[in-house]
């Protein structure tokens, strides 16, 4: 039988409603929410720790990576085979994605949480969390960095998205789609995610902010955060990569300062490309010396860029690690 530790930190899977605010609150402790899963001893043993139970808004950086160093102590343990964290789903992406870009490991990491709280119709959290210990159980799942085990469906951390704001499958990987399902009690893996980066390290960079491109958009925010000390700044562009001309003058200031400058797509699928050559475009923006994101959503390229900056502190070091097998592609 393998061990598996589920450290709880906290998340809707945590809550209830309270009668007086009428509205849900942290209140569920981690015992509590195990003796909801039913028959999970017949899969694996289960060790139970307690982290948190903060809802995912109030996650901070520097949480985060308290988080990340209490994990990394629990994979010291030769015993563990595989970890669960639940956590609150706002913010879940980003948490997930900074673990797999920090922690080295082959064993499974698998993150969970619930869309409805336990005084809902529906609770989903016993559900998550059960398949979730299975996944983190199973050989396969071994080397595949972190995941993320939602309404049956398994996810790279590195692809994967909060896509919609209540639905039970709220989490989708925009590209392929899940890396594996979970059926019967099976974990059926179809793909996995190629190119990951990491690389261990016990601080990252937090002064990186993250501007949304809009249509008459100036410099005004770019500059604010530039003089307000911040190390990295990304940018939501438009469509392909292109920004209004207003903006581009920001840009260059930031750049001018040593500052990297990276460019994600606001929208919800595609990827960044140096399509257009007028100013703002992406063929503009990139011969100014800008990073490109690819098809990474603006929260994650902040998560990676504040590694990079953590690591390096040549801007042209931090371009080639963050631009470096950035494009997920499907391995057979």
Request: with cysteine; net charge negative.
């Amino acid at each position: 039988m393998r061990k598996i530790a589920v450290v709880f930190n906290g998340g809707t899977i945590s809550m209830k409603l309270d009668p007086k605010l009428k509205a849900a609150v942290p209140t569920l402790t981690g015992e509590e929410i195990m003796s909801m899963v039913t028959g999970i001893e017949e899969h694996a043993e289960v060790v139970s720790h307690n982290f948190s139970s903060v809802p995912s808004p109030h996650m901070t950086i520097d949480r985060i990576m308290d988080l990340q160093a209490y994990v990394t102590k629990l994979l010291e343990d030769e015993g563990i085979y595989g970890i669960v964290i639940t956590h609150g789903t706002d913010t879940l992406e980003e948490t997930a994605y900074l673990l797999d870009l920090t922690i080295e490991t082959v064993k499974p990491i698998v993150f969970t949480g619930s869309m409805r709280s336990g005084s809902e119709l529906g609770y989903d959290g016993p559900f998550n969390l059960a398949q979730a210990i299975v996944a983190a159980s199973t050989e396969t799942s071994k080397g595949r960095g972190v995941l993320v085990c939602m309404n049956g469906e398994l996810h790279s951390a590195s692809e994967v998205t909060k896509a919609n704001s209540m639905a039970l499958n709220a989490f989708r990987t925009p590209l392929f789609g899940p890396i594996g399902i979970i059926d019967n009690n099976s974990v059926i893996y179809y793909r996995v995610a190629s190119g990951r980066q990491c690389r261990s390290v016990s601080k990252v960079e937090s002064r990186v902010s993250l501007i949304k491109a809009c249509a008459g958009m100036d410099s005004s925010f770019i500059r604010f955060s530039v003089d307000k000390g911040d190390k990295g700044i990304v940018i939501e562009a438009l469509g392909r990569g292109n920004v209004p001309p207003q903006m581009v003058e920001g840009i260059r200031y930031a750049l001018s300062k040593g500052i990297p400058v990276v460019i994600v797509s606001r929208c919800y699928e595609g990827r960044v490309y140096e399509s257009y050559g007028y100013e703002g475009g992406g063929k503009h923006l990139r011969s100014m010396g800008v990073i490109f994101g690819e098809s990474l959503p603006g929260q994650k390229a902040r998560i990676k860029l504040m590694v990079a900056l953590s690591l390096f502190n040549d801007p042209n070091d931090v371009r080639e690690w963050f631009e470096h097998d950035l494009y997920p592609h499907l391995v057979t």
